[in-house]
T-cell receptor
Framework: KNQVEQSPQSLIILEGKNCTLQ??????????LRWYKQDTGRGPVSLTI?????NTKSNGRYTATLDADTKQSSLHITASQLSDSASYIC?????????????FGTGTRLLVSP | EPEVTQTPSHQVTQMGQEVILRCVPI?????FYWYRQILGQKVEFLVS????????KSEIFDDQFSVERPDGSNFTLKIRSTKLEDSAMYFC???????????FGSGTRLTVV
């Protein structure tokens, strides 16, 4: 079954600290993997997109890694800020007759405290 | 930066009533989507739309749901007879094509009472 599992479910860190969020997926066939940031009551905003051949991609203080062999990805946030408090969602695009269909994980709710 | 615009931001409706959720995708995008997120749960795919027809739909998207692109700019989701369990955040998204350019709107919070 096409699944995207994330851990931890929630996380509290102090401002300025780093953290790493995990994503495991079973979606197949795999096209690409995305990390989104979702503020409460808002739509998801893309942070990174990685294809099968990419291992690492950075976007400012966000660095995503992908191991397509083990079907695992991580999102590392460096020097966290209060504005990083949000849900971080791992999303996998499944290849399906050429049209895009995204499979969402349950998300990790991050709280950055002062 | 181009945005996907959704209206209204919040809609309250009585059970059994019809609702239409509206979206204005990014102008040069060709693919359009609706997703929903029940409070506290993950985002779920509803339907994708390309070349004026549905390209894929999920099991959630039953006969009570329909989508339409009535003109060159709007993309709508209609729920014919709302149920309590339709209460959710509904997100519209659009993409250019292929793997990139997938942009979500801010969502419409639908509350069925």
């Amino acid at each position: 079954k096409n699944q995207v599992e994330q851990s931890p479910q929630s996380l509290i860190i102090l401002e300025g600290k780093n953290c790493t969020l995990q994503c495991n997926y079973t979606v197949s066939p795999f096209s690409n993997l995305r990390w989104y940031k979702q503020d409460t009551g808002r739509g998801p905003v893309s942070l990174t997109i990685m294809t099968f051949s990419e291992n690492t991609k950075s976007n400012g203080r966000y660095t995503a890694t992908l191991d397509a062999d083990t079907k695992q990805s991580s999102l590392h946030i460096t020097a966290s800020q209060l504005s990083d408090s949000a849900s971080y969602i791992c999303v996998v695009r499944k290849v399906n007759t050429g049209f895009q269909k995204l499979v969402f994980g349950t998300g990790t709710r991050l709280l950055v405290s002062p | 930066e181009p945005e996907v615009t959704q209206t209204p931001s919040h809609q309250v409706t009585q059970m059994g009533q019809e609702v239409i959720l509206r979206c204005v995708p990014i102008s040069n995008h060709l693919y359009f989507y609706w997703y929903r997120q029940i409070l506290g749960q993950k985002v779920e795919f509803l339907v994708s739309f390309y070349n004026n027809e549905i390209s894929e739909k999920s099991e959630i998207f039953d006969d009570q749901f329909s989508v339409e692109r009535p003109d060159g700019s709007n993309f709508t989701l209609k729920i014919r007879s709302t149920k309590l369990e339709d209460s959710a955040m509904y997100f519209c998204a659009s993409s250019v094509q292929g793997n990139y350019g997938y942009t979500f709107g801010s969502g419409t919070r639908l509350t069925v009472v």
